[in-house]
């Protein structure tokens, strides 16, 4: 069974900077599965906000993060991080990772919702000015 559990968030001041950590249990960082970090503010819908998108290792940000937010993982320990830097109160929203098996070769994965089937509970990310 998939589980992932995501850590790490925190209220901090614009400007400041926050690393989200995310443990995934199930399955191993192997290439069989493509993973993302997502976002949902109250009141929005949940978007992607840095993604391993393919098996060359690409990623994918939103606009909003380029140069600010950076995507990484530790194989060995089985978990996915976000660096959040210069962050800003629009950056406040609680934060998912998420997990699709792409049963390794060569894959794509949008950053999109849907394209992910295995999600964590989430941590609250507030910023403020």
Not at 64 to 83: C, H, M, P, W
Not at 94 to 111: H, I, K, L
């Amino acid at each position: 069974e998939v589980r992932l559990v995501e850590s790490g968030g925190d209220l901090v001041q614009a400007g400041g900077s926050l690393r989200l950590s995310c443990a995934a249990t199930g399955f191993f960082f192997d290439g069989s599965y493509a993973m993302g970090w997502f976002r949902q503010a109250p009141g929005k819908e949940r978007e992607g906000v840095a993604c391993f998108t393919g098996s060359d290792g690409e990623t994918y940000y939103t606009d909003s993060v380029k140069g600010r937010f950076t995507i990484a993982s530790d194989n060995a320990e089985n978990t996915l991080y976000l660096q959040m830097n210069s962050l800003k109160p629009e950056d406040t929203a609680e934060y998912f990772c998420a997990a699709e098996n792409v049963q390794g070769g060569s894959w794509f994965v949008p950053c999109t919702s849907p394209s992910f089937r295995s999600w964590g509970q989430g941590t609250q990310v507030t910023v403020s000015s």
